[in-house]
């Protein structure tokens, strides 16, 4: 990570404070990851790099972060969607996906089926709440130009004893939830991938009504943790000395540092 012949920036020189400070902890990467410690930490600097914001974190909360991504099964990426590392201040926050949600919520082993969508003004969509749920969801024939403007979202499973769950929002509501809940809500993600939080905001809610893994459960509490703008407390697998500090201050997070959320 050096340079030759040039004098190192001060984002540079922290890039490599950064890499040395997650090698030192290369062993406990391996034991979450699998020997895919070297990978992980090219991961999480290459997640600095691009993010700004994220050099301004306690380093010890980025590898605190990054050691939970792997007790969760998720990846910290752009690339994958399964997770993010996110700057809220000082402090580096988890923030797993819509994807790695879905990942999680799969790896249960109680379902047969799972999955969330958007539903455009044009599709077939007819749902029923009650003791026999049930949704059924056509695409308008065409590009999502024919579809139309997005109305609603769903998350519905079918668990392997036959029993079903479903969670439809429409737009508005989503709205509603996110205004009433998420700091965050006026920048980022909220902003820009509308479609992906709302997706996400209803694996949430479906997740309360599913026989979920401990992973999923963790992840579901870090999602509301990061909404509600307060630090994050990691699973026991996660060193302490990589946990947030408790006295840490609720921070907005830096619009401009916000990654995509898919």
């Given amino acids: 990570m050096g340079t030759t012949g040039k004098q190192l920036t001060a984002?540079?020189?922290?890039?490599?404070?950064?890499?040395?400070?997650?090698?030192?902890?290369?062993?406990?990467?391996?034991?979450?990851?699998?020997?895919?410690?070297?990978?992980?930490v090219r991961i999480a600097l290459t997640a600095a790099a691009s993010t700004p914001a994220l050099l301004k974190c306690d380093v010890r909360t980025v590898a605190g972060c990054v050691m939970q991504a792997a007790f969760l099964g998720l990846e910290p990426s752009t690339v994958l969607g399964e997770a993010y590392l996110v700057p809220f201040g000082r402090t580096c926050q988890l923030v797993p996906g819509w994807r790695g949600l879905l990942k999680l919520v799969r790896n249960s082993g109680e379902l047969q089926t799972v999955n969330a969508q958007e539903v455009h003004e044009h599709d077939f969509f007819e749902f029923e709440?009650?003791?026999d749920p049930y949704l059924r969801h056509k695409r308008a024939p065409g590009g999502l130009a024919q579809r139309g403007p997005v109305v609603a979202y769903w998350a519905g499973a079918v668990l392997k004893n036959g029993g079903k769950q479903i969670v439809v929002m429409t737009k508005e509501e989503v709205e509603a939830h996110a205004k009433k809940y998420s700091k965050a809500y006026g920048s980022g993600p909220w902003q820009t991938e509308f479609d992906e939080m709302a997706k996400k905001t209803c694996l949430r809610k479906l997740c309360k009504y599913l026989p979920t893994s401990v992973q999923a459960q963790t992840a579901c509490a870090l999602l509301e943790q990061e909404e509600a703008g307060i630090p994050q407390r990691f699973s026991p697998e996660v060193p302490l000395e990589l946990h947030?500090?408790?006295?840490?201050?609720?921070?907005?997070?830096?619009?401009?540092?916000?990654?995509?959320?898919?």
């Fill in 11 to 40: 984002d540079q020189k922290t890039l490599i404070v950064f890499q040395d400070f997650l090698m030192k902890h290369k062993d406990q990467f391996n034991m979450a990851y699998g020997q895919k410690a070297d990978r992980m």
């Fill in 129 to 131: 709440d009650g003791l």
């Fill in 244 to 262: 947030p500090p408790v006295e840490a201050e609720e921070a907005q997070p830096a619009p401009a540092a916000e990654a995509p959320r898919k």
